[in-house]
């Protein structure tokens, strides 16, 4: 841990206690000058957590809150890799911290849980500095593709634990949806798993 991840995480823990804030949104927003903090911090998360997995997408994971309502990962995507379009049931706030990210967002004009129709709602080139929200049922689909210089690194504070969090992936060539989860391929570090047959 590093003091502005100490800081991140009992912001999200103060935010989740906060009645007086009403809904996601409100405490996203309350979440965002932690987030923001953390990304101009001189060592915002350990210098691992910038790392890849045999070359490949991971999510290396930061903290789980010992109740279970978030956790945090460091999110690596490689130069040129992509994450696929997907869904996220719950919360989260994502901060930039290393390289840039394509964010795709889509609309649902249809969501039957085992296949949806989507259409893309827009599209931002994220870089170091940015934080954005996830903030289902509205606003819980996207993609995200590493668009460079270099690994694309992301923070992000999502609902629930690693193996919780609601997660699920649209084939744009059947229009099915699969779950998909986070699944622990090595010690603290979650890669999302498409269940073709799910
Ligand atoms: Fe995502």
């Known amino acids: 841990m590093t003091a502005a991840l100490d800081a991140l995480v009992a912001a999200t ?11 996601d949104r409100a405490r996203a927003e309350a979440i965002a000058p932690f987030m923001r903090a953390l990304l101009d911090a001189d060592e915002p998360v350990p210098p691992d957590a910038y790392e890849p997995l045999d070359g490949a997408a991971i999510g290396n994971l930061l903290y789980v809150d010992p109740d279970g309502r978030f956790h945090v990962l460091a999110v690596v ?37 085992s296949s949806a129709r989507l259409e893309e709602a827009s599209r931002h080139v994220w ?7 996830l903030l289902p049922p509205d606003d819980g689909w996207h993609r995200v593709r590493s668009a460079g210089p270099g690994h694309g690194v992301s923070v992000h504070v999502l609902c629930r634990t690693p193996a919780d969090h609601p997660h699920r992936f649209w084939d744009r060539r059947t229009e099915a949806v699969h779950p998909y989860p986070f699944i ?7 890669r999302s798993e498409v269940m073709w047959d799910g």
């Not at 130069?79 to 967002?105: A, F, M, N, P």
């Not at 870089?127 to 929200?133: E, I």
């Open 127 to 133: 870089s170091k500095g940015d934080v954005t929200f």
């Open 184 to 190: 622990e391929v090595a010690p603290d570090r979650w």
């Open 13 to 23: 823990a103060a935010a989740l206690d906060d009645r007086s804030l009403a809904d």
């Open 77 to 113: 995507f490689p130069e040129g890799t992509s994450s696929g379009v997907h869904h996220h049931g719950c919360w989260g706030v994502i901060g930039y911290l290393q390289g840039s990210d394509e964010e795709t967002r889509y609309r649902s004009l249809a969501d039957e849980g």
